[in-house]
């Protein structure tokens, strides 16, 4: 899977960075795109990234404050004027309901396809099906906002086809029994082991995509192991009473829970306007002394899970 930044700016958009979006590209897994937020101006930003509104399955909104939130509208419209029938799932703090509903009826607005909205009041399992679980916890912000843990579920061995046909071994009776690892006696009088002609459990992948917070146990929870994490880091260290005084992180923050975490790669975002892209550098380097494997964000930058 990857993990592309459509926004990566703090409060309000800059001529670098858009405001907060991102799309988990999950169309080589199941065909289908999740939205991690949705600040103003995401439709145009998926369309520039290539990606489209049709292939939106899940759209996942860490909190309701504005450069959260303000495209939304324009996505689930534009998503109607293709006449797109797939049915869509809204999963978002409580008010996010009352929010859709009264945007679509003042603006004259309908959808033509089937929107599920799910509102988080508690920390909980917000998604789960054979391939994928997504649980979300309450972060620390100034409003509720929460955090997402993503897992991949592993993929069971399979049996190895080619291999069976190379050791002359035809499909029948024989594959259901092999498939389950059990040791099976040919016609011929072979006896043949199933685990050995098995493909290795593919292990699924784990991320965690935080929403604004300041540093919380909530979120080293969410981050234990994964291979790549999302936190906010939206002012450098020397501005760290300021972070913590409107509910957000700094660089070394971020960087200490993905230490505390475990995790195996730090990504930040929702870097406050006052910095220009040429501050870059400095951001990373800060989170760098505390956590070598610290990237940070742009806009369009891709990352592979
Ligand atoms: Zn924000
Ligand atoms: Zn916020």
Not at 49 to 59: D, G, H, Q, V
Not at 75 to 83: D, E, F, G, N, P
Not at 97 to 117: A, F, G, H, R
Not at 237 to 258: C, F, M, P, V, W
Request: aromatic share 6%.
């Amino acid at each position: 899977m990857n993990l592309t930044f459509l926004g990566t700016s703090a409060g309000s958009p800059t001529a670098e960075r858009n405001v907060s979006s991102m799309v988990l590209d999950l169309r080589q897994e199941r065909g289908k795109l999740w939205l991690f937020d949705c600040g103003e101006t995401t439709q145009m930003q998926m369309q520039k990234a290539k990606f489209s509104l049709a292939k939106l399955e899940i759209i996942f909104l860490t909190h309701l404050h504005g450069d959260h939130v303000f495209g939304l509208p324009g996505v689930l419209t534009s998503r109607s004027l293709m006449q797109n029938q797939s049915p869509l799932t809204l999963i978002a703090p409580k008010g996010i309901k009352q929010l859709v509903e009264t945007v679509i009826e003042i603006s004259y607005s309908w959808l033509t396809y089937p929107l599920n909205i799910i509102e988080l009041e508690e920390n909980g399992i917000v998604f789960e099906d054979n391939q994928f679980q997504v649980e979300a916890k309450l972060l620390k912000h100034r409003v509720p906002c929460f955090g997402y843990r993503i897992i991949e579920k592993d993929l069971p061995a399979q049996l190895d086809i080619d291999k069976l046909k190379q050791a002359n071994i035809q499909a029948g009776s024989y594959y259901s029994d092999l498939k389950k690892g059990k040791t099976v006696t040919l016609d011929d009088g072979r006896i043949i082991r199933g685990v050995d002609y098995q493909s290795k459990v593919k292990k699924g992948k784990k991320l965690a995509i935080l929403g604004d917070t300041i540093p919380c146990q909530a979120s080293i929870e969410l981050a234990n192991d994964v291979d790549l994490l999302v936190h906010e880091a939206t002012q450098e260290n020397a501005l760290k009473d300021k972070a913590l005084e409107r509910g957000h992180s700094t660089t070394i923050h971020a960087a200490t829970i993905a230490k505390q975490a475990k995790a195996k790669r730090l990504i930040m975002t929702h870097i406050s306007p006052r910095y220009s892209l040429n501050d870059n550098k400095k951001l990373v380097n800060e989170a760098k002394s505390v956590f070598v494997n610290t990237e940070i964000a742009t806009d369009f930058a891709s990352f592979h899970v």
